[in-house]
């Protein structure tokens, strides 16, 4: 009977372990958002507390059970394991998330952008020059391949005209705060470092050179210049009348909206 009997407080630990276990999970996924995973933190805090306890009450009892000892032992690691999952998430909460650059009109206020500007500029001079090499003229004006990967061939660099091109600075922001995220807070991880050098750095770089392929030789503005009513312009619509009559057209086939009021009772 006592056999039975520990064996059933094992298997309520395992129970109770599965429940923190989804507690904490749910404490993740609510890790954004600091009032709420501090509010689940501390009861998980507790029933971890619980739950040691009763592990190193039960170790004792089981010691000559090699099946119940196996299984104790294994829900003692989890239990640890816990633990650290715990006390990482409950350092997360106090950390501030990045708020984007926003460079379009309105985004960012004087003050914001001032900011925004140094830090950018100080980590293409500190990181992207000093550190990987991406950012000037090319190492060899006289070869003329030099923008091509292919061995024998000079690496390709950013003009340093980059930050004359709306689009490039909006590519190299994201690059940068999310390397401030990784290398500058206590969430970067290897992995993710990884992953920023694999995944984020090369799109990127790549995008940024295609755009920036008339001025490898020296800075170039678009042909349109500052004028935006030049043809050759950006624009979201190439004929403000026909782009009304598509869409009166269109509207035309689609069934009218149903009528606004209570919905009466039938049969």
């Not at 390397?179 to 993710?192: A, E, F, L, Q």
Request: one cysteine or more.
């Amino acid at each position: 009977m006592a056999d039975a009997s520990l064996a059933a407080q094992v298997l309520a630990l395992g129970r109770d372990l599965g429940r923190i276990e989804k507690a904490i999970e749910e404490a993740r996924e609510r890790s954004g958002r600091v009032e709420a995973a501090v509010a689940v933190l501390a009861p998980i805090q507790d029933a971890i507390d619980h739950l040691e306890e009763r592990t190193a009450g039960l170790r004792a009892d089981v010691g000559a059970l090699g099946p119940l000892r196996e299984a104790l032992t294994t829900l003692t690691g989890q239990v640890a394991q816990l633990r650290q999952d715990v006390t990482a998430l409950a350092a997360d909460p106090a950390e501030e998330k990045l708020a984007v650059w926003d460079w379009s009109p309105g985004g960012m206020n004087k003050q914001q952008a001032h900011e925004a500007w140094g830090t950018l500029i100080d980590w293409v001079r500190n990181t992207l020059v000093y550190q990987y090499g991406w950012v000037g003229p090319p190492p060899d004006m006289t070869r003329v391949d030099w923008t091509t990967d292919t061995p024998g061939t000079a690496p390709r660099r950013i003009p340093p005209c980059w930050y004359r091109h709306r689009d490039v600075v909006v590519e190299l922001s994201w690059l940068c705060q999310e390397w401030h995220k990784i290398y500058r807070t206590s969430y970067g991880t290897p992995s993710r470092a990884g992953d920023w050098h694999d995944r984020y750095a090369p799109g990127v770089k790549k995008r940024v050179l295609a755009s920036m392929h008339d001025c490898f030789h020296g800075h170039q503005d678009p042909p349109w210049g500052a004028d935006w009513k030049d043809p050759l312009a950006p624009r979201a619509i190439d004929d403000d009348e026909r782009l009304s009559a598509y869409i009166s057209t269109d509207l035309y086939y689609r069934q009218d909206a149903p009528a606004q009021g209570p919905v009466e009772a039938t049969g």
